[in-house]
C-alpha cells in the first residue's frame, strides 16, 4: 500500500457518510440503547433546533460525550462530529467501528491537510447534516468551568454560513451506572452577518457565552455508592486519564 492510501485510511475522509443508511440506524439504534440502560439520560432544548444545516458546539467531560449526544438526539438529522485528532483509524476497536459507519471527521496536523478536512465539513453541510464540534479541543474535568475555544468552531460555521447551536453534556465527567446526565441545547447563533477577524471573534465570545449558560451552577457531590465507575476513563484516553488524577491531588 503507498503512502497516500495508507494515509486515507488512518485518518479516514473516505469512510465519511453524511446520509442516514441502514448501517447508521444500526449503529444509532444500537448506542442509543446501550447508553439509555447504563446512563439516566434527560434532554431539553431540543426544539431550539434550526433546520439542518447547522453546526453543534458542545462542551467536553468524557470519551463517552459523542455516544450520549447521540442517544439524545433524534435520528435525522445526521451529526457528523470534527475529531478527535488523537484519531487513528486503523487501529483500536472503537476507532474502526466509526471509520465503518463513518461518523467522524479526524483532523491531526500530522495524518490530515487542513484542506481534506474542509472539504469534509463542507460535504456534512451540503447534504443538510449537522456539524458536531467540541469546541474546547480536549476534556475537561470542572463541570461548572469551560476551556479555551479552538479557532475552528468559529471557522467552519462561518465558511458555510451556518447557525450555530451550544449544547452542554452535564454529568459525564464522572460516570456510575445510572448516572443521570442532561444534554441541554441553547437557542441558535446566526453566523450570516459575521464577517472580518473582530466579527469572528465576537461569534466565538458569543458561542461561549452560549455554552456557559447552560452549565450548572454547582460542581456536583459524587455520591460513596458509584455502581461501574470503571466507566469513567473507560473511553478516555491515557493522557486524559493521567491528568484527572494530577487534578484530583491538587
Known amino acids: 500500500m503507498n503512502a497516500a492510501k495508507e494515509r486515507a485510511r488512518r485518518t479516514g475522509p473516505r469512510q465519511l457518510s453524511v446520509a442516514v443508511t441502514p448501517r447508521y440506524r444500526i449503529i ?3 448506542n442509543r440503547t446501550v447508553i439509555r440502560i447504563l446512563f439516566d439520560i434527560r434532554v431539553s432544548g431540543v426544539e431550539h433546533w434550526p433546520p439542518a444545516p ?13 455516544m450520549i449526544v447521540l442517544a439524545a438526539v433524534p435520528l435525522q438529522p445526521r451529526i457528523t462530529w470534527f475529531g478527535p485528532k488523537e484519531a487513528d483509524f486503523s487501529r483500536g476497536f472503537k476507532n474502526r467501528v466509526m471509520a465503518f459507519f463513518g461518523g467522524v471527521i479526524p483532523y491531526n496536523p500530522d495524518k490530515t491537510t487542513l484542506t481534506s478536512a474542509v472539504r469534509a465539513v463542507r460535504r456534512v453541510f451540503g447534504a443538510n447534516g449537522v456539524l458536531g464540534i467540541f469546541a474546547e479541543g480536549r476534556i475537561g474535568f470542572r463541570e461548572t468551568e469551560l476551556l479555551e475555544f479552538e479557532e475552528g468552531a468559529a471557522a467552519f460555521a462561518v465558511a458555510a454560513d451556518v447557525p450555530v447551536v451550544p449544547c452542554a453534556v452535564v454529568g459525564s465527567t464522572n460516570l456510575w451506572f445510572r448516572r443521570r446526565i442532561e444534554i441541554r441545547f441553547g437557542a ?3 453566523t ?4 472580518g477577524r473582530e466579527a469572528r471573534a465576537a461569534l466565538d465570545a458569543r458561542m461561549r457565552e452560549g455554552v456557559g449558560a447552560l452549565l450548572p451552577e454547582r460542581e456536583p457531590r ?18 486524559d486519564i493521567e ?6 491531588r491538587t
Do not use: S, Y
Open 192 to 195: 450570516d452577518a459575521v464577517r
Open 28 to 30: 444509532w439504534w444500537l
Open 243 to 248: 491528568r484527572r488524577r494530577i487534578i484530583e
Open 222 to 239: 459524587l455520591p460513596r455508592h458509584r455502581p461501574l465507575a470503571f466507566l469513567t476513563d473507560l473511553l478516555n484516553g491515557a493522557d
Open 54 to 66: 447547522f453546526q453543534l458546539v458542545v462542551n467536553h467531560h468524557n470519551g463517552f460525550d459523542p
Open 188 to 190: 441558535p447563533i446566526g
